[in-house]
């Protein structure tokens, strides 16, 4: 776990690209039909609720993400669907996994849970890759430094750490585990300082 930060900054900032109304392609893990996640999420939320600064995620957002595409501008139909047949094909290959997730950590944009085991996360995003890489010379974003997590809560302003930390350390709930059988393609938006989307492909996993 990393050491927690003294203070929270916003975490809506606009990142190099975005602007309001730009969709962009990404893959994540969702959690819809995760009633134990849905669970501990509102045992979080439900403490984290009087605390200032932060948006809390709801059961329909929670995600973890994967691994970007790119704007929807800039990426072809033609390109999408043969990136997601590739994918399909790699991917049947890879068993669906379980999950767990237990106490957040704070970090200086968001309030999240660090998946467990780490493992299964990190080779369906190399499959991925690798179904990317199937169609385009260049594999965006990097390899390395990939961190499987689902946030609960983002910072929507530069504050202390501490008055998370407090709350957090009153919160008493139980892990909760989720089943990921498939991974999702989605149109992204952070148009409403949250991350909201629709899907374009499910992807089951083998």
């Known amino acids: 776990m990393s050491t927690q930060p003294a203070r929270l900054a916003d975490h809506w900032w606009w990142r190099p690209g975005w602007r309001p109304g730009r969709r962009f392609y990404t893959w994540h893990f969702t ?24 948006d809390l995620v709801p059961d329909r957002w929670l995600h973890l993400t994967m691994q970007g595409l790119g704007f929807v501008d800039e990426v072809s139909d033609q390109d999408v669907k043969a ?27 968001a309030i999240r849970w660090e998946a467990s085991p780490g493992e299964p996360p990190r080779t369906v995003r190399a499959e991925i ?24 809560a983002y910072s929507n302003a530069d504050g202390p750490a501490s008055l998370v930390a407090k709350a957090l350390a009153g919160i008493a709930a139980e892990p909760a585990t989720a089943r990921l059988e498939s991974v999702e393609l989605i149109v992204l938006n952070r148009d409403h300082r949250m991350y909201e989307w629709e899907r374009f492909a499910r992807v089951p996993l083998g």
């Open 129 to 152: 890759r690798a179904a990317i890489g199937e169609v385009w010379a260049a594999v965006p974003e990097p390899e390395d430094g990939f961190a499987p997590h689902v946030s609960l």
């Open 83 to 109: 990136i997601v047949g590739a994918a399909t094909t790699r991917l049947s290959r890879v068993p669906a996994f379980e999950l767990s997730m237990g106490r957040p950590e704070i970090t200086p944009e």
């Open 31 to 54: 959690f819809q039909e995760s009633s134990d996640v849905h669970r501990l999420a509102g045992e979080y939320r439900e403490g984290l609720a009087k605390v200032a600064g932060l």
